[in-house]
């Protein structure tokens, strides 16, 4: 067991694991939007462990640098904030519902209607009001 | 007639060494039948496309770019751990919540750039931007201070992004 062996198994076992929690959380999460959280972001982290440990691995079997994983993150990185988004747009939408404890249900309608949100024309109120 | 004739040839330069280097990375090899290969589609590729672009504004500062990645890649980490520990602790206490951040950068490619940020960042997810792209809707997983979430995204990720665009 050398050195090289601890680190690919280590970034084996941390990718899995983030992998496992990003699960956990998609099951387990009460709401739509709080479930779209888990896979954003455990899961990238996963597979970046997961192909640093792939990395190592070829890299040292063929005793040449393999870096083309690095594209696999990449895409990945790109791809996962893009598909989140269309996700978390389809919901609001069709209206989804969201937790009853939800906060910023303001911002919540306002995003629905992908208008400008009711704060701007509060705050122009609050400041007419400060004003008078 | 385009005046400079490099970039007819090369209608987009950045993206050509992309599509080349992309190549070869996939096949993982430097042969110099994938090298030509490369070049050609490199070539070929982006004259093909190069008129259903959009005007984009360009980056100034590439170094600003690089500590920006760099930045955004260490907070992916953290945002993990937060997650993982969010994810495995008690749902009850948790405080979701939607905000909204109002947007001082206006073309397509910062607000996207910021939006995918957002996602991948510390328990926060963009859902959507308001038709006039004036405002920037965010779910946020524990919602604990609202002014203080949007005072750090516009610091930490908007700043950065509106000095690299220049704009």
Redesign the interface.
């Given at each position: 067991m050398n050195w090289t062996e601890l680190a690919i198994s280590f970034f084996v076992l941390l990718g899995g694991l983030f992998m496992l929690i990003g699960s956990i959380g998609l099951a387990r999460l009460p709401d739509f939007y709080m479930r779209l959280h888990a896979p954003t972001k455990a899961t990238t982290l996963g597979v970046g462990s997961l192909l640093i440990a792939s990395m190592l691995f070829f890299s040292i079997k063929n005793s040449m640098f393999s870096i083309h994983e690095v594209l696999i993150t990449i895409f990945l990185f790109i791809t996962a904030p893009v598909s989140a988004h269309m996700m978390a747009k389809a919901a609001l939408h069709v209206d989804t519902q969201t937790l009853e404890r939800t906060q910023g249900s303001e911002a919540h309608q306002a995003a629905t209607a992908r208008k400008s949100t009711p704060s701007e024309a509060d705050l122009a109120n609050k400041q007419e009001g400060s004003e008078s | 007639m385009d005046p400079n004739p490099r970039f007819r040839l090369f209608p987009m330069p950045v993206q050509s060494g992309l599509l080349f280097v992309?190549w070869l990375?996939?096949?993982?090899t430097l042969a110099v039948g994938h090298i030509f290969l490369a070049a050609l589609l490199a070539l070929a590729i982006p004259i093909a496309v190069s008129s259903l672009q959009h005007p984009q504004p360009t980056v100034h500062k590439p170094l600003l770019a690089l500590r920006y990645f760099l930045l955004v890649l260490m907070d992916?980490?953290i945002?993990?751990i937060q997650?993982?520990i969010l994810?495995?602790g008690p749902?009850k206490k948790?405080?979701?919540?939607?905000?909204?951040v109002p947007l001082d950068i206006k073309q397509n490619l910062p607000i996207t750039l910021l939006?995918?940020?957002?996602?991948?960042t510390p328990?926060t997810?963009?859902?959507?931007?308001?038709?006039?792209q004036?405002?920037l809707?965010i779910?946020a997983?524990n919602?604990v201070d609202?002014q203080e979430l949007i005072n750090s995204i516009k610091n930490r990720y908007e700043a950065p992004l509106k000095e690299i665009f220049g704009c």
């Amino acid at each position: 067991m050398n050195w090289t062996e601890l680190a690919i198994s280590f970034f084996v076992l941390l990718g899995g694991l983030f992998m496992l929690i990003g699960s956990i959380g998609l099951a387990r999460l009460p709401d739509f939007y709080m479930r779209l959280h888990a896979p954003t972001k455990a899961t990238t982290l996963g597979v970046g462990s997961l192909l640093i440990a792939s990395m190592l691995f070829f890299s040292i079997k063929n005793s040449m640098f393999s870096i083309h994983e690095v594209l696999i993150t990449i895409f990945l990185f790109i791809t996962a904030p893009v598909s989140a988004h269309m996700m978390a747009k389809a919901a609001l939408h069709v209206d989804t519902q969201t937790l009853e404890r939800t906060q910023g249900s303001e911002a919540h309608q306002a995003a629905t209607a992908r208008k400008s949100t009711p704060s701007e024309a509060d705050l122009a109120n609050k400041q007419e009001g400060s004003e008078s | 007639m385009d005046p400079n004739p490099r970039f007819r040839l090369f209608p987009m330069p950045v993206q050509s060494g992309l599509l080349f280097v992309v190549w070869l990375l996939m096949n993982n090899t430097l042969a110099v039948g994938h090298i030509f290969l490369a070049a050609l589609l490199a070539l070929a590729i982006p004259i093909a496309v190069s008129s259903l672009q959009h005007p984009q504004p360009t980056v100034h500062k590439p170094l600003l770019a690089l500590r920006y990645f760099l930045l955004v890649l260490m907070d992916i980490v953290i945002a993990n751990i937060q997650v993982a520990i969010l994810i495995l602790g008690p749902l009850k206490k948790m405080q979701p919540g939607f905000i909204a951040v109002p947007l001082d950068i206006k073309q397509n490619l910062p607000i996207t750039l910021l939006a995918s940020t957002v996602s991948l960042t510390p328990g926060t997810v963009s859902c959507d931007v308001s038709e006039d792209q004036c405002w920037l809707y965010i779910h946020a997983l524990n919602l604990v201070d609202e002014q203080e979430l949007i005072n750090s995204i516009k610091n930490r990720y908007e700043a950065p992004l509106k000095e690299i665009f220049g704009c």
